[in-house]
């Protein structure tokens, strides 16, 4: 069973969707959570972290549930630029607080 | 500020041989670790530098070695190239602040024929 584990996926949603993304992880002692976004042959880059409580960015809420071991990510009013992988990331509890990585989830825009 | 950077951009090399791989961190970052991302899957921690020395080390075999200079800088060494090690190296550069967020450099892209 891999650590994080991610929807499949590809998920091709027209400009003005909302859709959600959702991931468990294994490791009940992970200390941070985080979604990131890769676009297409570049590096990923920080979305947002993700907190128990749940928080918000814009169009970007995402959801930790620990008792479960559930993360979520929901998109509202999508836009073509929203187009990406979406990365479900949890941070270890060892001194390098190592990431772990899903294996994403690409999202399409369509006009 | 420039970011983290990371040389080559793209390299080719044959099963069998050694590769290089050097990364600079963003400015006043300390900290180091390597990722190997295949084609279709998430990044994997090969290991992480601080203070000069290996912290953590991920699943990955002892052809995989790094180093950390004093201005913190990183290389990442291969050994013995397999067609499997083909993939997008990844540096995350780390701050002194907290591990909330690791910076990506723009990765090496290696190919093994």
């Known amino acids: 069973r891999k650590e994080v584990e991610q929807d499949p996926g590809p998920f091709n949603v027209p400009e003005g969707a909302t859709v959600a993304f959702n991931c468990t992880y294994s490791n009940s002692a992970s200390q941070s959570f985080f979604w990131y976004r890769q676009d297409c042959r570049k590096e990923p880059k920080l979305l947002m972290s993700?907190?128990?409580s749940g928080n918000e960015d814009g169009r970007f809420t995402a959801q930790l549930n620990r008792a479960s071991q559930y993360i979520s990510l929901l998109i509202r009013d999508s836009k073509l630029s929203d187009s990406a992988t979406y990365l479900c990331?949890?941070?270890?509890?060892?001194?390098?607080?190592?990431?772990?990585f899903g294996s994403g989830t690409q999202l399409t825009v369509l006009p | 500020d420039a970011g983290v950077t990371q040389s080559p951009t793209h390299l080719i090399k044959t099963r069998g041989q050694q590769v290089t791989l050097r990364c600079s961190p963003k400015s006043g970052h300390d900290t180091v670790s390597w990722y190997q991302q295949a084609l279709g899957q998430g990044p994997q921690f090969i290991f992480q530098y601080y203070e000069e020395e290996e912290r953590q080390r991920g699943n990955f075999p002892d052809r995989f070695s790094g180093h950390q200079f004093p201005n913190y800088s990183s290389e990442l060494n291969v050994n013995a190239l397999l067609l499997g090690d083909s993939a997008l190296y990844l540096c995350?550069?780390?701050?002194?602040?907290?591990?909330?967020?690791?910076?990506f450099g723009p990765g090496t892209r290696l190919t093994v024929l």
């Open positions: 993700v907190y128990s």
């Open positions: 990331v949890v941070s270890g509890s060892g001194s390098a607080r190592q990431l772990t």
């Open positions: 995350a550069s780390i701050g002194t602040s907290g591990y909330n967020e690791q910076f």
